[in-house]
């Protein structure tokens, strides 16, 4: 079992709907719980970070994460077509300067 | 362009043959790491640096591998006697060491190795 699990996909999804992604993990030392966006041939960016549990918002994003059920998940709200990407979730623990990927969510918002 | 940069941005190369890749990591940034990422995973780590210390490496990091930051600015990664399932994006990332708080890695665009 991997510490980080992500659900591949692809998730296909029509313009303007609420999209929900998921991860789950097992190493209860993680504290930073992070979204990345990646998309085709180029490096992941930085969408959100959260440290510890709790919710996060930002613009379209909601980032949650429940360390009691070791289950973090991103929500993005009115997708478009240019929110199609790869999602891919990390994680680390507080004294960590590494973290630990899930394989990635393909996100497919056609018009 | 004041982001992280990565050069080539694809290789192709035959089965035993020699490769490296340079990052050049944002001007400011004293961390860089080294990730390789292979269709449909998520990125792994293979080395990072405090400027010029090699601080840690990972277990796939076969001794074929070498990474070196000489003066504390860019990096290179060198693979020797490549091997087919070497073939992966290779991607780099800096970030800042600040007192507290979350560190944001900052990635480059990746160099994709092909090899036959």
């Known amino acids: 079992q991997k510490e980080v699990e992500q659900d591949p996909g692809p998730l296909s999804v029509p313009e303007g709907a609420i999209v929900s992604l998921n991860c789950t993990y097992s190493n209860s030392a993680f504290q930073y719980f992070m979204w990345y966006r990646q998309y085709s041939r180029k490096g992941p960016e930085l969408l959100m970070y959260t440290y510890s549990s709790g919710n996060k918002e930002d613009g379209r994003f909601t980032a949650q994460v429940d360390k009691s059920s070791k289950y973090i998940s991103l929500f993005i709200r009115d997708s478009q077509p240019s929110d199609s990407a790869t999602y891919l979730c990390a994680m680390r623990g507080r004294g960590s300067y590494i973290p630990t990927f899930g394989r990635g969510t393909s996100l497919i918002v056609h018009p | 362009d004041t982001g992280v940069s990565q050069n080539p941005r694809h290789k192709i190369t035959k089965r035993g043959q020699n490769v490296t890749f340079r990052c050049d990591p944002i001007s400011e940034h004293n961390r860089l790491y080294w990730y390789r990422q292979t269709l449909g995973q998520g990125p792994e780590f293979l080395t990072y640096f405090q400027n010029e210390a090699q601080l840690e490496k990972s277990r796939l990091l076969s001794d074929r591998f070498s990474a070196e930051r000489p003066k504390g600015s860019f990096s290179t990664l060198e693979i020797q006697r490549t091997e087919q399932g070497d073939s992966a994006m290779y991607l780099c990332?800096?970030?800042?060491?600040?007192?507290?708080?979350?560190?944001?890695?900052?990635f480059g665009p990746g160099t994709r190795l092909t090899v036959l």
């Open positions: 990332a800096s970030s800042k060491e600040t007192s507290g708080g979350y560190n944001e890695q900052f």
